[in-house]
């Protein structure tokens, strides 16, 4: 009966480790994080410019609309072009009146993913909301709360880490590696304030690497710590200094934060506010996963320590599977 609830146990953990490593890694690129961007730029009393960015898995994709608040209405036909993965759209808009207490959003866009609002009147403070599926809509402030471009970019950050598969692929690996809990908090810290570093440079332009290599060095972050993962319990580089190995790759990781931050832009003025805020919704996204993978792993050694290597070893296979498979796609692709 125990053995049986182990082998359960331990099919669990795998399921978990397997459903992320396996999880669309055809499409997986340095960040998943490719929200819709809107802005919302007032010109004059009355004038505004609508710009927004609909990102596509193909290019037979139709541009879809924003929802303009009740008492606007574009000033012209659209003006559309192609960029990178995307299409972007832009028209100026005449409004009758305040545009304070009216609703705007992406009712149309919002499907799959988040969108990020900003809306820049003239001689005031910029607005920054984040619109989901379930709230695709946005208030816009007469006078906007302070803690507002904190909020919106807290969550980006946790979604971030959540749904970019390669980031969150290279924490679990971590995290089974190295084991010990205070010590893997240590590792992703060390993580996070690498990444830091790199997306404040890039962001303030002191740093940049083109995507393509920022990519593959991602993926082969996530190689080699699926290769020192199959090696079992013998001393490896990441086991002796995992803050050190942690903080290098973290690195190549900022590259990658960096290029979803530009897709979507940061509020002028608010800069710093939102890159912190970015950063700490990651580092709170990562001590989720890694409580529970620490709490997975625990309830699997408590149960049958027996089942627990040949399930972190399946795990390693798999991982580097993903990884490698990225890897050879980002280089040749």
């Not at 609909?54 to 574009?74: E, I, K, W």
């Not at 919704?281 to 309830?299: F, T, W």
Request: hydrophobic residues 55%; aromatic residues 8%.
């Amino acid at each position: 009966m125990i053995l049986r609830a182990a082998n359960c146990l331990a099919a669990l953990l795998l399921a978990a480790l397997l459903a992320v490593a396996f999880a669309w890694p055809g499409s997986a690129r340095a960040d998943e994080l490719r929200p819709v961007a809107i802005s919302f730029t007032q010109l004059g009393e009355s004038r505004w410019r609508l710009d927004w960015k609909q990102p596509v898995a193909s290019p037979a994709a139709r541009l879809a609309f924003p929802t303009l608040p009740g008492n606007c209405r574009m000033a012209g036909e659209p003006v559309v072009r192609s960029g990178a993965a995307a299409l972007i759209g832009g028209v100026e808009v005449e409004c009758d009146g305040s545009v304070a207490d009216r609703r705007i959003g992406a009712r149309d866009l919002v499907v799959a993913g988040d969108a990020m609002l900003r809306v820049v009147p003239l001689g005031r403070a910029v607005q920054t909301y984040r619109l989901t599926a379930s709230e695709p809509e946005a208030t816009i402030a007469g006078v906007p709360a302070a803690a507002q471009v904190w909020r919106s970019y807290f969550g980006l950050g946790v979604e971030h880490i959540l749904e970019g598969w390669d980031h969150l692929l290279f924490v679990i690996a971590l995290v089974l590696l190295v084991a010990r809990g205070w010590t893997v908090v240590k590792a992703a810290t060390a993580f996070t304030l690498a990444h830091s570093l790199t997306l404040a440079a890039v962001t303030f332009g002191y740093a940049g690497l083109p995507s393509r290599p920022v990519e593959a060095l991602i993926a082969l972050s996530i190689v080699f710590l699926a290769v020192e993962l199959a090696r079992g319990n013998r001393e490896t580089l990441t086991r002796r200094l995992p803050w050190a190995v942690a903080f290098g790759f973290g690195l190549f990781h900022g590259f990658g934060f960096a290029g979803a931050l530009r897709e979507i832009g940061l509020p002028e003025g608010e800069v710093p506010a939102a890159l912190v805020s970015f950063n700490l919704g990651v580092e709170a996204g990562q001590l989720l996963v890694i409580a529970a993978v620490l709490a997975l792993r625990r309830v699997v050694q408590r149960v049958s320590p027996r089942a627990e290597p040949p399930a972190v070893r399946l795990a390693a296979y798999a991982i580097g599977i993903t990884g490698s498979y990225w890897l050879f796609d980002r280089i040749i692709a």
